[in-house]
């Protein structure tokens, strides 16, 4: 029997979406040049945010500038990964870094959403890949169509929308899950509704961690180290 594979485990982070791009870009780094362990990582966002995909830029409709939800402004974060917009709120993500995997930036997607099918169908969900359309790039709303970098339920919902960093062998691949959309704030910001939501009873996030990296610890082969980031971490991150 061949030995497990290290990888770490950070636990659930609540910060904002600049903190949280810094990090998941930073880790990724540490990975490619530092010889840094693989990484599982979720995290939550501690208001409402809109996460645009690197090559979107400005290309956004102009009403998000000044997009307020309780009294707040919404942040509009741009990740290092590609796709299209994802509103941050009531949902989980998920980061992947890891250069195991080998394959177009197709092929590591599949291998890597292995861990997502399996773990949510634990939950009792049944999970696929979708399939690509055309007018997705004519879309800002990543949840508004399915792509073969999204996972959909055996109804055609949406469920996952991830998107990919890779340099090289060295790979970023980051999630949500749409667990609770609040139906107001989605319509607010994309003039329609969120996609069906396909949970009847909202499991726990620690049951919902727990069981995705379990099923992580299967697909991946591995063994997780549960190490949160440290002091010094912390301080090199935020003086990028």
């Not at 879309?139 to 339920?153: E, H, P, R």
């Not at 919902?208 to 991150?237: D, K, M, V, Y």
């Amino acid at each position: 029997m061949k030995p497990l594979l290290s990888w770490r485990f950070i636990p659930l982070l609540n910060l904002s979406g600049k903190e949280q791009m810094a990090i998941d870009q930073w880790l990724l780094t540490q990975h490619q040049k530092c010889n840094h362990p693989p990484i599982l990582r979720f995290y939550t966002w501690n208001q409402p945010t809109i996460s645009l995909g690197f090559s979107q830029r400005k290309k956004y409709p102009p009403h998000w500038d000044n997009l307020q939800w309780q009294g707040k402004l919404i942040d509009i974060v741009k990740r290092p990964s590609g796709g299209r917009a994802v509103l941050h709120q009531g949902d989980l993500t998920y980061a992947v870094i890891t250069s195991q995997f080998e394959g177009n930036l197709d092929e590591v997607y599949r291998q890597i959403s292995q861990f997502l099918i399996l773990g949510w169908q634990k939950l009792g969900i049944n999970l696929s890949f979708g399939k690509p359309q055309r007018q997705y790039l004519k879309s800002s709303n990543c949840f508004a169509l399915s792509t073969n970098a999204d996972l959909i339920d055996d109804g055609g919902n949406k469920f996952i929308g991830s998107a990919q960093l890779k340099k090289g062998k060295f790979t970023l691949q980051h999630g949500s899950m749409l667990l609770e959309p609040q139906s107001e704030l989605f319509e607010q910001v994309f003039h329609c509704l969120p996609p069906k939501q396909i949970l009847s009873q909202i499991p726990s996030l620690n049951h919902i961690i727990n069981t995705l990296l379990r099923a992580a610890e299967e697909c991946f082969e591995c063994e997780f180290i549960h190490q949160p980031l440290s002091a010094e971490e912390w301080r090199l991150i935020r003086a990028e």
